[in-house]
């Protein structure tokens, strides 16, 4: 064979098994400073693992990058981005997450922290990672924040043409390198976020963001699995001149554009946030949600606007607002809300609601001639009153509804939406302290009967109350698991002893149940803390008197049935027991017992706050109800919260002794 063509052929093999030879003498010159752009082949090419190849090629210092299609993926671990660079990934260019690493929990495909005047320019380019292995724990340790592009506390950044997919958390994230060194001047035009694990993007703090022509679907994974979420983690994070033009959120799993804001209040710089001309298409959840804190001290100041946006064929309502009235403006313009909440009947297109604690009016919300076409004849708005009473105020503007009629125009006044959404004064019976030290037994002999109760099942954290003697040998088991697809990390267990010193510091592992058991050292009340994050606990098999402390507000239980007991104590003459569930879809049915067994009352399919209101015809002798919770006949069943006023808030499962006040 002639040399040339062996050489030839040699180089056409190279090429094949994927191999690029390092080109020296023009990567001399990129050190020189005699070349402005370069091609990350220079640096080699290795179609097993071409980190090295790439990240040496950013590290260069060189101002234009160019990434080449080599006929194969550049396949990388985590990728550092570097200032004054411009990347151009060649249409048809993949660069893939290596299978079997990522292993860390925030382990990013390319990640730009600390970072200044960066461009990542890739129209016809797709960055892919495997959010399948990521999601499987034989191979993977459960986590959400294996992004595509993860932006930190770095300034005139630009994304732009690029596909980002399969990542094991965000297709882009935007948070924080460094305390309180927010994301400055970011660009972010006509990209693709698709399949990914948590969100299509996430937004924790930036100011000047501009979001456009950008899709964001499938997301799926763990929640929130929103096509975008706004969702700082700090009052002194920030969401400043944020806009969003010509953007598309589409069958996300739950809400298309999601703002939630509770870590914001009223010391935070105030947001100003503008969509326009925005769809939301077939989101699993809302179109579009904003929820900031409940309370005046906690609401962020600030505008959120809405301008020509739609919001189509969400599962649950198009429009959903939770924020208090004198906090801000939420504003629609020109917007239109078309076959949203089709299949749930119970809510309405458009949803405001107020939470747990609110202490103030609900509103603050604009409509400018808002479109609701629906096929159902319900209410166009609705009210979840989480809080108990809560008012509406300053719901402002014009609807215009679309049915088979001919549309007409509705200017909405107080009298309208006090039909529409009639608020239901709760009597404020307020919660009664007690004395932990003060607590004994109901009835000190009787039998626990572990094996038969029915313990709650409790979301997030939740403290028990439990009495033991000196010398007792106290044990019970705890059962730690997942909430849908949840995060979860070995379980903190905490026992204080009567005296405040502890008794023992041990861990429930996540998705197992584990036996709890100390001697106690002293006589009286210990105080058992257990904090599952966002999953649930249940404590069951308890070998002493013990119950569920709901001193701080309403316990938030998760598919939890059974019949709960609380002691009314002597001397009282009226209490109150709420009941509600998480909001429109998420209710809860209960029965309120006398201490005779008969019903005193049941409610139904309930997600707004509803109190079961009781008034003694004799001052108490000191007697036991009982609360009986069950599935709703016409509801998803997930979340649900009960609160006790007016007697001791402790709850233990029916058949138990219960914890009661000494005379």
């Known amino acids: ?225 929103a096509g975008i979420d706004f969702e700082p983690n700090h009052p002194e994070e920030r969401l400043v001149n944020v806009v ?17 804001l509770r870590s914001l209040n009223a010391e935070s710089e105030p947001v100003s946030i503008r969509l326009e001309d925005c769809r939301s298409v077939g989101d699993g959840a809302m179109g579009t949600g904003v929820v900031t804190f409940e309370t005046l001290a906690g609401g962020v100041r600030g505008t959120i606007e809405f301008v020509n946006c739609v919001f189509e064929g969400s599962r649950n309502a198009g429009i959903s607002v939770s924020k208090p009235a004198e906090r801000g403006l939420v504003r629609f313009e020109n917007c239109q809300v078309i076959d949203c909440a089709i299949e749930m009947l119970g809510i309405s297109p458009i949803m405001l609601s107020s939470r747990m604690g609110a202490d103030a009016a609900v509103g603050g919300v604009e409509f400018d001639d808002v479109v609701l076409a629906d096929a159902v004849s319900r209410v166009p708005m ?88 000196a010398g007792d040998e106290v044990t019970f088991t705890v059962s730690h698991q997942q909430v849908g697809r949840y995060a979860g990390e070995d379980m903190p267990v905490v026992i204080t002893a009567p005296s405040g010193a502890e008794a023992l510091r041990t861990t429930a592992p996540f998705q197992a149940e584990t036996e709890v058991s100390f001697t106690a050292a002293e006589t009286g009340v210990y105080r058992v803390l257990l904090d599952p994050g966002t999953n649930r606990f249940q404590v069951a098999n308890a070998s002493n008197p013990m119950a569920l402390l709901l001193e701080d507000g309403p316990v938030n239980l998760i598919h939890s049935p059974g019949s709960f007991s609380f002691y009314v104590p002597p001397g009282a003459t009226e209490f109150g027991v709420r009941v509600f569930g998480q909001g429109p879809g998420e209710a809860i049915r209960a029965a309120l017992l006398d201490s005779a067994g008969e019903v005193f009352e049941e409610v139904d399919n309930q997600f707004q706050t509803h109190q079961f209101e009781v008034e003694l015809d004799q001052p108490s002798e000191g007697e036991v109800w009982t609360l009986r919770l069950s599935k709703p006949s016409g509801s998803t069943w997930e979340d649900h919260y009960v609160d006790l006023r007016g007697v001791p808030p402790l709850l233990a499962p029916a058949g138990t002794t219960l914890l009661v006040p000494a005379e």
Not at 244 to 260: Q, V, W
Request: aromatic share 8%; proline share 4%.
């Open 1 to 225: 064979m002639h040399r040339y063509a062996l050489v030839l052929a040699l180089l056409a093999m190279a090429v094949g098994v994927g191999w690029s030879q390092v080109n020296q003498e023009m990567i001399d010159q990129v050190a020189a400073g005699e070349v402005q752009e370069a091609k990350a082949s220079w640096w080699g090419f290795d179609a097993e693992d071409a980190t090295a190849c790439l990240q040496a090629a950013i590290d260069s210092g060189v101002a234009g990058l160019i990434v080449e299609d080599m006929g194969s993926p550049w396949i990388v671990t985590p990728i550092r981005l570097a200032s004054n660079q411009e990347i151009v990934f060649e249409e048809g260019v993949e660069v893939l997450a290596k299978r079997g690493e990522f292993k860390g929990g925030g382990d990013t495909l390319f990640t730009a922290s600390n970072v200044e005047n960066v461009t990542l320019t890739g129209y016809g380019a797709t960055f892919r990672m495997w959010q399948e292995d990521y999601d499987n724990p034989d191979l993977y340790r459960k986590a959400e924040w294996r992004h595509c592009v993860s932006i930190r506390s770095s300034s005139n950044i630009n994304v732009y043409g690029l596909t980002l997919r399969d990542s094991g958390g965000d297709g882009i994230y935007l948070g924080i390198a460094t305390q309180g060194v927010t994301n400055l001047n970011i660009h972010i035009k006509d990209v693709v976020c698709d399949n990914n694990y948590r969100q299509g993007i996430s937004v924790i703090t930036a100011e000047n963001l501009l979001i456009e022509d950008t899709i964001m679907r499938n997301t799926s994974g763990t929640p929130p699995q």
């Open 244 to 260: 969003m033009r010509n953007c598309l959120t589409e069958n996300n799993a739950s809400t298309g554009y999601f703002f939630y």
């Open 382 to 469: 609705g009210y979840n009153d989480q809080g108990g009473g809560i008012a509406l105020q300053d719901v402002t503007g014009t609807l215009i509804i679309d049915r088979d009629e001919e549309p007409r125009t509705i200017e909405l006044t107080e009298e309208l939406l006090g039909q529409w959404m009639p608020v239901i004064a709760l009597k404020d019976i307020p919660r009664m302290a007690i004395d932990e030290q003060a607590l004994v037994p109901l009835v000190p002999e009787a039998p626990i009967a572990p094996d038969q109760a029915r313990w709650p099942v409790v979301r997030r954290a939740g403290t028990y109350l439990l009495h033991a003697n």
